[in-house]
Structure formats: structure tokens, C-alpha cells
């Protein structure tokens, strides 16, 4: 429950949420993001780049005894990099789900003044507000992030819009640092 207290809102006393986080909360190529959007674009140019460059090349590599080999070598390159650019870091997001046990079972998260306590079934944790330097909301996820690489994903599929509503709330009174919240 949200409080108004003045021209102000006060943040709530807690927010508890229960999820079992999912590889496509964390990262999927086809969600409408920053990084996603330069990664469909370096796709796009590189395979403008190749086929720009290579189109009228084609003939005079054919011309080579092994220029259909030049050229299946040119094709596989180029999948390759369409691959590393979208592919890959989904995989990488799967990967890491398969040999991280935490993030596959069931989470119960408590978002309080004093921090947050956090529990599945291999840990039990508190954890205050000063260890996030940054807070990120997207669409589907909240993402508070410690360091690079490390960070506590909670989605928003698990919460109510009164629930959001509070945690936004918290985050902008607790962490200290770069917070990107949704005003919606």
C-alpha cells in the first residue's frame, strides 16, 4: 500500500514476490530493447556489407578453380556472424541457467526499507540496499544490478500493478546510483 503524504509518496513497507525466473525474462533476441535493437542493426549492415561486396565478386571468385569453396566459406562466415550477433547471447542465457541451480527453482524475494531478503532453496539471504548501484525496469523485469554481470532479476509477470507500483517506490527511495524506471 502506497501512502501520500504531502506532495510525496512515501515508499512502502515492503513488497514480497514469488517467481520462478525464466531464461526469456532474463534475455530473448526478439524483445524490443536497446541492445537487441543494435544488434538486429550490426546484422543488418554486415549482411548489406557482404552482399554489397560480394555480388559482383562472384563471378571472378567462380572463376578460381576452388572459388566454389571461397564462396561457401564466404557464406558460412557470414552466418556466423549473424549467429554471434542473435543467437549466441541467448545461449549464452541458457547456458547459464542450465549450470546455475539458483536461478531455475522457486525464488520468494522481500523488498523492505532496510533491504532485501531473499530465498530459495539453497540460500537465505539479506542483502542491504547499498549493494545495487543500479536498477533497471523493463517491460517484463525489474534488474538490480550490483556489479557488472551480477544482478537480481525479479519479473513483473509474478506481480500485481499495485506491487509494481510499491517496488518503483522502493528503488527510488533505496538505491543510490543510475535508476531507470518505467512511469507507466
Given at each position: ?9 512515501e515508499p512502502p513497507e515492503s513488497v514480497t514476490v514469488e517467481y520462478q525466473l525464466k531464461p526469456n525474462d532474463v534475455y530473448t533476441p526478439f524483445q524490443w530493447r536497446r541492445e537487441n535493437l543494435w544488434r538486429w542493426i550490426a546484422a543488418i549492415v554486415l549482411s548489406y556489407i557482404f552482399y554489397d561486396r560480394y555480388k559482383d565478386s562472384a563471378e571472378t571468385i ?123
Open positions: 500500500m502506497i501512502r501520500l503524504a504531502g506532495d510525496f509518496m567462380r572463376a578460381f578453380d576452388s572459388g566454389g569453396s571461397i564462396l561457401a566459406i564466404i557464406a558460412v562466415l557470414w552466418i556466423f556472424i549473424l549467429l554471434a550477433l542473435l543467437l549466441f547471447p541467448y545461449l549464452r542465457t541458457l547456458a547459464h541457467f542450465k549450470k546455475s541451480a539458483e536461478m531455475r527453482g522457486p525464488a520468494r524475494v522481500e523488498f523492505r526499507d532496510e533491504g532485501i531478503h531473499f530465498e530459495n532453496r539453497h540460500v537465505v539471504s539479506d542483502v542491504k540496499w547499498s549493494l545495487y548501484n543500479q536498477a533497471v525496469e523493463t517491460r517484463s523485469l525489474f534488474c538490480l544490478a550490483s556489479a557488472s554481470y551480477v544482478a537480481t532479476y525479479v519479473p513483473k509477470r509474478c506481480m500485481s500493478k499495485s506491487d509494481i507500483a510499491a517496488l518503483r517506490q522502493l528503488i527510488r527511495a533505496s538505491v543510490r546510483g543510475k535508476v531507470q524506471l518505467r512511469m507507466d
